[in-house]
């Protein structure tokens, strides 16, 4: 399941956004438009990633390699629950 607003236009580097005309919380609203590009960028690679691993759930294939089709250790998904391959293809991860 895919997240519908992550295409949205983005503002000019630089330009601070202004609040809605009635936002509760404008200071609020000014601090999250202060992300970089960056944050950004690694924000929407994870929520990527989560889509992926939920996909992965849904058909089956959770726990199984995407290479080469073995099944990746418990430990392995303990410590990073979004890895898609078992440590012989890290490359691919």
């Given at each position: ?48 990633s989560i889509d992926q691993a ?26 990073n629950p979004l890895l898609a ?9």
């Amino acid at each position: 399941m895919m997240l519908e607003n992550r295409n949205r236009p983005q503002s000019p580097v630089g330009a601070r956004p202004r609040p809605p005309a009635r936002c509760a919380f404008p200071s609020m609203f000014l601090a999250v438009s202060e992300f970089s590009n960056e944050s950004v960028s690694a924000i929407e690679a994870t929520l990527n990633s989560i889509d992926q691993a939920l996909e992965r759930l849904r058909s089956g294939t959770y726990r199984t390699c995407q290479v080469c089709s073995t099944p990746i250790v418990d430990a392995d998904l303990v410590a990073n629950p979004l890895l898609a391959n078992c440590p012989a293809h890290p490359e691919l991860a």
